[in-house]
């Protein structure tokens, strides 16, 4: 078994998600990386991208162009993905089938069959058509024995919404001024050709995470994915099925897995204590999730993770997360956990970094 240090890894994970350096890649280069940035909030997808040396402004122009599709995919959550790992992510998300388990249909009132019989009037009202949420509930609720979830169908939450995207009904559509389009993938993405089996989608998938997040376990991609929503022989069964593709990696005492490809790339990278600015929702965090203590302590978990599912932006010292910011006005505030010192050139460094990436002038004040 091939072992490794958690500087080394943080190392290494900076470097393939285009944190350190930064990139200059194109915004579907740097979202296919990533494997999606997450758009619940549309500025934090921006800033996720212009930190990684990409522009701000440019997830929208790619999500406009058919670049990317933005759909309900990691844990149901809006992100803005390429189009072959967006498929790839609804099929494994649609093959958990949380719609059809008895607390869902009691919490949201729709029954499985009354969930396929959506799919079918949707994929059948978008087949040709952009249409606002509320142009498309009215089509929906035109036909008979929708008529009940008409409150749900509205929800900004789009819980009814979800099952649909997840088997390839429907992502969302260009902005139409301030409100929410939705269509179907096959009208923003050219060549789209629906969503794959799940066991032919889930080994890139599995490739795509771990070449960013690893070394990872079958439960962390499932956390990652559906929250646990997977069976577990299946996922397990998928990983296996890569055989030498994935090589295990012990880390101070834990294991987990990596693409074989990188194992030597992980050996050779170099830790050191620089410190980087990232934004709210970031997916550096997201990827392995709040709960790993190996990258943020647990005593301090709360502090990113906030209430009404809030992801604070992040301070990483050295990979770790040592800390959170927020913006006031011109000035970045810096609150380090536990009242650490930074070294002020260190992060005079990093806040300029920022600024150059979303194009504002910035001063610090740490707390």
């Given amino acids: 078994m091939v072992s490794a240090r958690w500087d080394q890894v943080f190392a290494w994970r900076l470097g393939r998600q285009f944190v350190a350096p930064r990139s200059g890649e194109a915004v579907e280069e740097i979202a296919g990386r990533l494997v999606g940035v997450q758009a619940q909030v549309a500025s934090a997808a921006e800033t996720a991208v212009a930190v990684r040396g990409g522009s701000v402004g440019s997830v929208a122009a790619a999500l406009s162009a058919g670049g990317l599709v933005k759909t309900w995919a990691m844990r149901g959550t809006l992100h803005a993905m390429v189009p072959g790992q967006a498929a790839a992510a609804l099929a494994l998300m649609g093959s958990a089938r949380t719609w059809e388990k008895a607390s869902w249909v009691k919490t949201f009132g729709a029954t499985p069959e009354q969930v396929a019989a959506l799919v079918e009037v949707v994929s059948g009202v978008l087949a040709e058509r952009v249409l606002t949420r509320e142009e498309l509930v009215e089509a929906v609720l035109a036909e008979p024995g929708f ?33 929410i ?12 050709s629906g969503l794959p089996e799940p066991d032919v989608a889930a080994p890139g998938l599995i490739r795509a995470y771990l070449g960013a997040y690893g070394p990872a376990t079958p439960e962390s991609f499932d956390a990652w994915l559906s929250r646990n929503s997977l069976r577990k022989t299946v996922v397990r069964g998928w990983f296996a099925a890569l055989g030498d593709d994935l090589t295990e990696i012990e880390v101070e ?20 204590d620089a410190i980087h600015l990232l934004g709210p929702f970031d997916q550096y965090v997201l990827g392995p999730g709040t709960g790993d203590t190996a990258l943020l302590a647990a005593e301090h978990r709360a502090k990113v993770s906030r209430t009404a599912g809030w992801i604070s932006p992040l301070v990483l010292v050295g990979g770790r997360i040592a800390g959170t910011w927020e913006q006031q006005g011109e000035q970045v505030v810096v609150t380090p956990f536990d ?9 005079g460094a990093a806040v300029e970094r920022l600024a150059t990436a979303i194009g504002s002038d910035l001063t610090v004040r740490v707390e």
């Fill in 147 to 179: 008529g009940h979830l008409g409150e749900q169908l509205r929800s900004g939450w789009g819980a009814v919404l979800k099952p649909l995207a997840w088997q390839g009904a429907l992502c969302h559509g260009p902005m139409r001024g301030t409100k």
């Fill in 181 to 192: 389009t939705f269509t179907s993938p096959g009208n923003l993405v050219a060549g789209w």
């Fill in 253 to 272: 005492g834990r294991k987990g897995w990596l693409p074989t490809e990188f194992v030597d790339e992980l050996a050779a990278a170099t830790p050191d």
């Fill in 339 to 347: 009242g650490a010192r930074l070294p002020k050139r260190a992060l």
